[in-house]
């Protein structure tokens, strides 16, 4: 469990994240100066080797270390000798996230020779789609949503490619089922495969069929990938952030900048279809939060949904104590997203999928024959009363 990032450092970072914000919004002048928080409380308003060590750790917890260089390369705030240390750091991230970049597009360029759609969401597809370069998010993978009847062929490119699945899990199945498939190779980033975009917390899957018709082609480095239309990319966002329950500042950041490139949405389908799908109440958390905490607008035709939900600032401020204090327990994190559900009733839907969705823990240990895997399900309402029962002892 990721520990809280303490008050001074959050507060820090934040000024980062809205300063830069703000210089985009500017066209790339230097913003108006926002005071840095002192993060020491000696006399000088320059952070201690000491302080200055904590907020960088802080800021990699949260994915958000570029913004901390873009900031303080406007500022003369930095010990003597951190400058260069950290800018040393932000080459070796840009250098990363070049290779990952150049994966995703030899990966959807074989999908596409192989005659297999694929969306590439969140990594380099939502960089290039938010910012139109690179350097300003962080990621260590590859997300691709797959069609279901697609999912064999896309499996077999990637072991065309030296990619492998895990043994013993029929991969196929658990991409139509809503589960994740990891596929991996020595010395290249992990892709993610998504068969469906089906959730605990949320009463059925996004339609899928859909997202592919309203894809937009996103230029990304040297080449161009499919990746999902601003409205379903925040839609995503959203439902991603609260899966977490934004653990992580980045998230946030990316919802800001959403709502800051693209105010002329179609927000009119965007509400209905988080009706419909019923993350409505999460869309609107996700805003809300980006808002507040990070001075993002609001649109005008969200304003009056936003402002009517009145749990809406309880959950940012759950928000923000989360990022100071850490990431939540399981038990806090179940409570988090049963007060995102738009329908009471959908509580006990809720709560009996969250019993048999696997998780990555259930999956741990040998693997199992593909005809055997059904056996994981009503092993995990087990586990969990086995370990609900150790805590209970142990306290």
């Keep these: 469990m990721r520990s809280g990032g303490g008050d001074r450092e959050i507060a820090g970072l934040l000024v980062a994240i ?19 928080p002192e993060l020491s409380s000696g006399p000088t308003s320059e952070p201690s080797p000491a302080d200055w060590h904590r907020l960088l750790r802080v800021a990699r917890e949260h994915a958000v270390v570029p913004w901390l260089v873009r900031h303080h390369s406007h500022a003369k705030s930095l010990p003597h000798g951190s400058g260069a240390s950290l800018q040393q750091e932000s080459a070796q991230r840009a250098g ?48 691709l949503l797959v069609r279901p009847d697609e999912t064999d062929v896309a499996l077999g490119v990637l072991a065309s490619l030296g990619y492998g699945v895990p043994r013993g899990h029929d991969a196929a199945a658990l991409l139509a089922g809503g589960h994740v498939v990891t596929v991996s190779q020595a010395g290249s980033a992990d892709i993610e495969i998504h068969g469906a975009i089906r959730l605990s917390f949320l009463p059925r899957a996004l339609p899928l069929d859909a997202i592919f018709e309203r894809a937009m082609t996103v230029h990304v480095g040297s080449g161009s990938v ?4 601003p409205e379903d990319h925040l839609a995503l966002l959203a439902i991603h952030g609260a899966k977490h329950a934004w653990g992580r500042m980045g998230w946030m950041v990316d919802v800001a900048r959403m709502l800051q490139c693209f105010p002329e949405l179609d927000w009119a389908s965007v509400e209905a279809a988080s ?71 959908d509580a006990v839907p809720f709560l009996a999928r969250s019993l048999v969705t696997l998780s990555d823990a259930d999956r741990e240990g040998a693997p199992l024959p593909p005809g055997l895997e059904w056996t994981r399900y009503p092993a995990r309402p087990i586990r969990l009363l086995r370990r609900y029962l150790m805590r209970r002892e142990a306290r």
């Excluded at 850490?326 to 009471?344: A, H, K």
């Design 96 to 143: 990363l996230a070049l290779r990952i970049t150049g994966e995703l597009l030899q990966v959807t360029g074989a999908m596409e020779r192989a005659g297999v759609r694929v969306l590439a969401w969140k990594g380099p597809a939502l960089e290039w789609q938010l910012y139109g370069a690179s350097g300003f998010r962080e990621y260590g993978d590859l997300d």
């Design 18 to 36: 809205r300063g830069g914000l703000r210089e985009l919004q500017a066209g790339g002048r230097e913003p108006t100066s926002e005071p840095t």
């Design 226 to 229: 499919l990746a999902p239309c």
């Design 275 to 345: 009706r419909k799908g019923g993350y409505h109440r999460i869309l609107l958390a996700a805003v809300h939060g980006a808002a507040t905490l990070l001075n993002a607008p609001i649109p005008g035709e969200l304003a009056d949904a936003v402002e009517n939900e009145r749990s809406l600032p309880r959950v940012t401020r759950a928000t923000h104590e989360r990022w100071r204090k850490g990431l939540p327990s399981g038990r806090e994190l179940l409570r988090y997203n049963l007060g995102l559900l738009d329908r009471r009733r």
